[in-house]
């Protein structure tokens, strides 16, 4: 039993995703009912020693790091963002700085929400415009970091080939160094 609850872990490790008992089953060439045993088991294991991991078994089993623990990982671990957040933070990048009433008529109204995420992940940095009355959204640091951005945003452009409005003349794109 110790030995099918080890191999079951590795699964569980390797795939970092959601399986079923059937899954597991079929990939460690194990009966069913065998595994179902070992993982409850292997379930009651995490729990006692009261460690960084747990296997979470909402919808179906999955390594993961306790709730407590995700602000360490969120610092180590790249960024996943959403498709609709990713597109949000090219506009940023690609017109910075711009207006989040700008990015809002280019966006839709989601964009406040992704404007939110990005700030919560530190992707991005808002400061109040001239007349108070709208925020100006450029990228940070971490933003050039985690894609590893060289050069400014204009050289993203013509490396990805990208028509993105922006012009050479264009000084109100930021330099974003690595």
């Known amino acids: 039993m110790e030995q099918l609850k080890s191999r079951i872990e590795a699964v569980l490790f390797v795939t970092a995703k959601v399986l079923q008992i059937n899954d597991i089953a ?31 078994d909402e919808n179906g089993y999955i390594l993961q790091v306790k709730q407590e623990h995700l602000d360490i990982v969120e610092k180590l671990c790249p960024v996943e963002l959403k ?38 992940k ?15 959204i450029k990228t940070t640091p971490k933003f050039a970091e985690y894609f590893k951005l060289k050069g400014d945003v204009r050289t993203l452009v013509k490396t990805l080939n990208i028509d993105s409005g922006v012009k050479d003349e264009d000084t109100s794109v930021n330099e974003v160094a690595v």
């Open 122 to 136: 530190g992707l991005i940095a808002r400061h109040k415009d001239k007349n108070g009355r709208s925020f100006n």
């Open 83 to 120: 498709p609709p957040v990713l597109k949000t933070l090219t506009v940023i990048a690609l017109k910075e700085p711009i207006r989040q009433s700008l990015l809002k008529e280019i966006r839709g109204s989601n964009a406040y929400e992704h404007v939110q995420e990005l700030l919560d």
């Open 26 to 56: 079929e990939i460690l060439e194990a009966d069913s009912n065998e595994v179902e045993e070992a993982l409850l088991e292997l379930i009651m294991d995490y729990a006692s020693r009261e460690g960084a991991l747990e296997i979470d």
